[in-house]
């Protein structure tokens, strides 16, 4: 069974975000691309997110979401996440850290709710942390014609990243 285990820490208090819906959605993403994973994810600020940017790539200013892959070592555990059971430790894969306030400032640039912007980065974190890149074009296409399908057949919506032409032409790429 395909499972997403998530470990939510909310810095920030500019957007509520419900755990539940996070989960639901990265879930959908493990599902799609048929890997489990467990996951911590940070929401913080824009001053927090450009001191990462800077500290970790060498960039200034702020981003809109990071993703941090880790090995599988011991101490890169988080306590309690077994299947509700207390005390069980279970390795993590790697952070996701998501700025809202870059969320709440794109999502105004193209008039959708900054809920499901941050539900996007958290589609992209996952997607990263399972070994996809959108560095080279066909890349790209692919791995947003999979956060395009994962907000759609989730929450309803279009997030408006792919038209459906491209997202048709990234099925073909990826053999579905």
Known sequence: MITCRVVLTNEQNILEIGEDLLHRVMTA?????????SVSVALILDDAMADLH??????????????????????????GLGEGEEGVDVALDGEIVISTETAVREAGKVGIDPVVEVCLYAVHGVLHLL???DHDPDDFLVMHAVETEVLRNELGIDPRILSEEQVTLARRKRGK
């Open 54 to 79: 800077v500290r970790f790539l060498s960039i200034e200013g702020p981003t809109d979401v990071l993703t941090f892959p880790y090995d599988k070592e011991p101490e890169l555990t988080e306590p």
């Open 131 to 133: 070994g996809h890149d």
């Open 29 to 37: 993403a493990c599902r799609e691309l048929g890997q489990s994973l």
